[in-house]
Nanobody, 118 residues
Framework: QVQLVESGGGLVQSGGSLRLSCVVS????????MGWYRQAPGNERELVAA???????NYADSVKGRFTISRDNAKNTVYLQMNSLKPEDTAVYYC????????????WGQGTQVTVSS
């Protein structure tokens, strides 16, 4: 069974920074793309940033220039560095990974709360 565990969420003032981490554990052949999503109350879950196994990244327009996604393949870990945080960044942040077992499977973490106060 594959598990994703996020950490690093919390409460921060507007303009501050947080770094989220997500570790993938369990039995799998390889980790393909990894990403971070977020869901604010009353909103649908949206993609924040994603990164391929080769390191190519893409971002939502709302976070470009402020957030950076990276991964450490040796540690099966993906990070999200969030700078210049705004109150509208407040949401539950979810880590996602596509892993190869027999076939490709999308796996999700339990989520971590990020709250940005004004």
């Amino acid at each position: 069974q594959v598990q994703l565990v996020e950490s690093g969420g919390g409460l921060v003032q507007s303009g501050g920074s947080l770094r989220l981490s997500c570790v993938v554990s369990g039995r799998f052949v390889r980790i393909n793309a990894m990403g971070w999503y977020r869901q604010a109350p009353g909103n649908e879950r949206e993609l924040v940033a994603a990164i391929t196994s080769g390191g190519s990244a893409n971002y939502a327009d709302s976070v470009k220039g402020r957030f950076t996604i990276s991964r450490d393949n040796a540690k099966n870990t993906v990070y999200l560095q969030m700078n210049s945080l705004k109150p509208e960044d407040t949401a539950v942040y979810y880590c996602s990974a596509q892993v190869t077992l027999i076939s490709k499977v999308d796996v999700w973490g339990q989520g971590t709360q990020v709250t940005v106060s004004s």
